[in-house]
């Protein structure tokens, strides 16, 4: 993870906190990401607080013990903004991330004004066989895997650095990768994130494979009722990386309109 200002805090996680005025922006990554996945949105939103970090188990963090589940990574985050001290902030996770974002908020923590969930994970999960499971369990495998990924599954359109794509996603501890697709995409928080209160914006891509708009309107929006959905046109599941300009105008508008 690239950064200008990097922080420990305790337990040992990395963090790039970048200081600004206003709400501050909370960035949580997607199962094959890191802290670095987000750096062209939060690039194009300047002046406001940003906090990226690689997830326990993945890129800097990933000499972290677990576990790597769901509760844990919810821990993390609400720990990096305790630490951090902020008063105000909105989260922003992607897939796996937008899943952790939505336990955070159900814990209704001091000073989060709203979440910003791009292309999530449901909570509710979709149908989802062992079988297909076990095949998820192995798409980071090696470098030719991941390609294959990112080809046929993840993205719409020609990502601008796939090879930082690829590293990103092999630079994981087994256990910490093996945590999702065998645990945390089966489990279902759906009677837990019915507590969230603040205003929630889901940015779905329209070529989304992965958590297509149809099974984001039939899983996540009745769960949330503060939530509402806009579709990102041209764009597969890595929207902030295919699509950055349109994920960020979208998340400026709603932060200021907060």
Sequence with gaps: MEANDVKTVA??????????TGTALVFLHYWGGSGETFAPVAERLPGRPVVRYDQR???????????Y????????????????GLSRYVLIGHSMGGK????????RPDGLAGLVLVAPAPPRPAEVSAEEREALAHAYDNAETVTAALDHVLTHRALP????????????????????????????????????EVPVLVLAGEHDQVDPPAVLAERLLPVLPTATMSVLRDTGHLSPLEVPDEVAAHVERFVAAL
């Design 57 to 67: 188990g993945w890129g800097a963090a990933r000499e972290l013990p677990g576990p």
């Design 11 to 20: 337990g040992g996680l990395p963090v790039s906190y970048e200081p600004g």
């Design 161 to 196: 650095d796939p090879a930082r794509v690829v590293a990103d996603s092999l630079n994981v501890t087994t256990e910490a990768r093996l945590a999702w697709p065998r645990h945390g995409i089966i489990e279902d928080i759906a009677d837990t994130v019915a507590a969230i």
């Design 100 to 107: 952790v974002a939505q336990l955070v908020a159900a814990r």
């Design 69 to 84: 589940g769901l509760t844990q990574l919810a821990d993390d985050a609400l720990r990096v903004v305790d630490e951090l």
